[in-house]
């Protein structure tokens, strides 16, 4: 499922030079695109699962993109990586909730394996931004 977020950017709005554009960080694309899915998955949990694994495993992965969303609008590298850290103890979170999910036989294998590759290839690129942001700093 790719989007092309850069379709949905109001043209109109004029961004400080120095503001960074969130659409353009592959890892908020691919945590969009992951919280479609697990909002998909989520939805064919057990009814009594709704207000407690559920709810907690969608406000997880929406804090992903979130968070890259809220840091890229920050003046500071610092304060950038700070919300990218963020983002990426909620791909952790996820990656939890996804475990105990399988384990409770709630999704399949197949699925989780699904699930957990493209977290890991989020978290890698939150993980590398990250390390970016801090050797730029020193």
Same mark, same amino acid.
């Not at 909620?90 to 399988?102: G, R």
């Given at each position: 499922?790719l989007i092309d977020y850069n379709d949905n950017v109001n043209d109109n709005v004029n961004m400080q030079?120095? %503001? +960074?554009?969130?659409?353009?960080?592959? @890892? *908020?694309? /691919? @945590?969009?695109?992951?919280?479609?899915? =697990?909002? #998909?998955?989520? !939805?064919?949990?057990? *009814?009594? &699962?709704?207000? $407690?694994?559920? /709810?907690?495993?969608?406000?997880? =992965?929406?804090?992903?993109?979130?968070?890259?969303? &809220? $840091? %890229?609008?920050?003046?500071?590298?610092?304060?950038? %990586?700070?919300?990218?850290d963020q983002s990426l103890g909620s791909a952790n979170e996820v990656e939890t909730q996804l475990l105990?999910?399988?384990?409770? +036989?709630?999704? !399949?294998? &197949?699925?989780?394996?699904?699930?957990?590759? #493209?977290?890991?290839?989020?978290?890698?690129?939150?993980?590398?931004?990250? @390390? !970016?942001?801090?050797?730029? #700093?020193?």
């Amino acid at each position: 499922m790719l989007i092309d977020y850069n379709d949905n950017v109001n043209d109109n709005v004029n961004m400080q030079q120095s %503001a +960074r554009n969130f659409h353009n960080y592959k @890892a *908020w694309q /691919d @945590a969009v695109d992951l919280a479609t899915l =697990v909002y #998909n998955t989520t !939805s064919k949990l057990p *009814w009594f &699962e709704k207000k $407690g694994l559920c /709810d907690q495993l969608q406000r997880a =992965v929406v804090s992903i993109s979130s968070n890259i969303a &809220e $840091g %890229a609008g920050r003046p500071t590298d610092a304060d950038f %990586a700070h919300f990218l850290d963020q983002s990426l103890g909620s791909a952790n979170e996820v990656e939890t909730q996804l475990l105990i999910s399988k384990n409770l +036989r709630y999704i !399949s294998e &197949e699925h989780f394996c699904q699930l957990t590759n #493209n977290l890991t290839n989020i978290q890698k690129q939150l993980t590398g931004l990250i @390390a !970016s942001i801090q050797s730029n #700093n020193k």
